[in-house]
């Protein structure tokens, strides 16, 4: 055991890096970003992002450097936009009063 013979894909949930810009152009996946104060989202398009913000930025870090263009917030966070296994099932949040 021990060497890094293969890629972790997904197995290891816990303790692996953060997913860069560059590593998710690589996927061809793009950027879900969503507002944590109006619930604002969207898809950003990774290449734009590199543009803007380079590879070697992490996914989660990403936020930090959007502004939610609904409510103008900073709270705003960021995964990866992988895409989905088959029809999209919808969560439907529940409002709090
Ligand atoms: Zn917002």
Redesign the pocket.
Known sequence: MGGFKRRATDRAEQGRPAVTLGRLADEGVDVFCW?N??G?NAVLSIAKLIGQLGVALAVPEVGAHLR?T??S?KDVATRPAWPSRGPITRHTKARGP
């Open positions: 507002c104060r109006c604002h939610c609904g409510c917030g």
